[in-house]
């Protein structure tokens, strides 16, 4: 059956008008002014609404072992939360630790999404040790259409790599035409620096962000860049954090380095003041990179405007309070992640959009439509135009509330973003054709989401 949707205000990254989309199946196959539809098609009416192509989040954490314990989504929920928040395709951190076969971790975390997602969702690959099977191994996954990996340059012994293995990669992934994504923080001075606060008595929340301070960002986000350099490969670095590290990467962008820029929206909104609150108010707020002095906030949100930050993902990592207690005698005990996937876009929308930071095309972009460009669903996501999946979101700009835990889908005891007004909301979002949302509740197919494969793209 086909589905119109009637008279919105149609918001592309590089285009704007009011009209009609009719998509029969899964795929947009027209777009006009008052369209003739056939009899029985499910009409929604979105005059004095904006229609966004479905929002893509680049870095997600789902199934998660990490720091002793596990992050609380799983697909199903995960998916219904970032449906309701708008975001119709998410890109899931794939990561094994060093200890675990990077096969076998492949087929896990494809097995925990497969059949139990409401949106569509793909992978990034990460590569966590460097070993003799390791292109073999990485081949297999490309070719299944994992065309994207990650590595780590924090987390030492864990899922960190060392330089050496960060080289291996960025060849291989050269060879094979994929992009690698980067978390970038020196590994030895995160590691030197916990310890020495840790000796000190230094053991709350508030720790967190001196022990893994803005110039240890820049030096991970400059050696990244270095090796990107020397190896003609093409990269991603994650949730980046400060202005420190701007500069870093945007001088390395400058000089012709194939690097791109992702923040992640708790960067934008939340600053260290809120990891440093007593006891688990703190520990609600421990992240890495870590929540950061407010004055960065202005850089980022600039950045963001010109478009050297390319994306802005959420790095979706939720852990409850019993889970953030586990850190209560020391800082690094601390499960690090902020959950942020159902509330990403209409911060972004609120804060940026809507207070004047942010041009609404390039919301669009740096929200939907430069992820799918960077990795390789141009233009079958990120897009409104005909031929695309219907993957569309009807925004309300006149809603106004209010976040809460007590409202929210995603599966965790606390929001960071606790008590934010927000001014809009999606209103409709449909997932290749179908209503998956009405009003921010869930209406739709539980299993709807497919696996998306890539192909590669940087040779
Ligand atoms: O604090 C974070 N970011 N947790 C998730 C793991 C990662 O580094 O992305
Ligand atoms: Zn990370
Ligand atoms: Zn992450």
Redesign the pocket.
């Known amino acids: 059956m086909g589905l119109l949707i009637r008279n919105g205000e149609i918001v592309t990254a590089d285009s704007r008008c009011i009209a009609d989309i009719y998509a029969e199946d899964e795929t947009i196959t027209r777009i006009g002014k008052n369209l003739e539809v056939p009899a029985g098609t499910e009409t929604v009416d979105a005059t004095g609404k904006f229609v966004f192509p479905g929002f893509i989040d680049p ?1 997600v ?1 789902i199934y ?1 072992p ?1 720091m002793s314990t596990f992050a609380k989504d799983t697909h199903e929920t995960g998916s219904i939360a970032a449906l309701i928040g708008g975001t119709t395709t998410y890109i899931e ?1 794939c990561c094994p630790n060093r200890n675990d076969d990077a096969l076998e971790g492949y087929s896990l975390w494809k097995s925990k999404a497969e059949g139990h997602s409401a949106c569509d969702y793909a992978f990034h690959m990460s590569v966590t040790k460097f070993v003799k099977e390791t292109p073999a191994q990485l081949q297999k996954i490309v070719k299944d259409g994992t065309a994207s990996f990650k590595i ?1 340059l ?2 030492k012994n864990f899922f960190g790599v060392d330089d050496g293995e960060m080289y291996q990669t960025l060849m291989l992934a050269k060879r094979l035409g994929v992009i690698v994504t980067a ?1 970038c923080e020196n590994a030895e001075l995160v590691a030197r620096l916990q310890n020495a606060l840790l000796a000190e008595g230094k053991k709350g929340p508030e720790w967190h962000e001196p022990s893994r301070p803005e110039s240890v960002e820049a030096e991970g986000t400059g050696r990244f860049a270095t090796f990107l350099e020397n190896t003609s490969a093409t990269g991603y670095v ?2 980046l954090s400060c202005e420190k590290a701007l500069h870093v990467a945007v001088a390395a962008k400058t000089r012709g380095v194939h690097l791109h820029i992702e923040s992640v929206i708790p960067h934008f909104i939340l600053d260290k003041s809120h990891a440093e609150r007593p006891g688990v108010e703190g520990m609600k707020h ?3 990179p870590p929540l950061r002095a407010k004055h960065n906030q202005r850089a980022l949100w600039n950045a963001l405007a010109l478009g050297s930050i390319d994306t802005v993902g959420t ?1 979706h ?1 939720p852990f409850d309070t019993e889970q953030k207690l586990m850190g209560k005698d020391a800082f690094t005990d601390i499960p ?3 959950p942020g996937i159902e509330d990403r876009v209409n911060l972004l929308y609120t804060y940026g959009v809507e207070r004047g930071r942010l041009p609404l095309d390039r919301f669009v972009d740096c929200a939907s439509t430069r992820a799918a460009k960077v990795f390789g669903l141009f233009p079958r996501k990120g897009t409104i135009a005909i031929g695309s999946d219907a993957d569309l979101v009807v925004y309300d700009p006149e809603y106004q509330g209010v976040i809460s835990a007590d409202t929210h889908a995603v599966n965790n005891n606390y929001s960071g973003f606790e008590g934010m007004p927000i001014e809009g909301r999606p209103s409709v979002v449909t997932v290749r054709g179908k209503v998956q949302v009405r009003d921010g509740k869930f209406v739709g197919e539980r299993t709807r989401g497919k696996f998306l494969k890539r192909e590669p793209a940087y040779f």
């Open positions: 870095h954490h998660l990490f951190m780590f924090a987390y978390h994650v949730h421990v992240m890495s790095d990592c690090n992640g902020i």
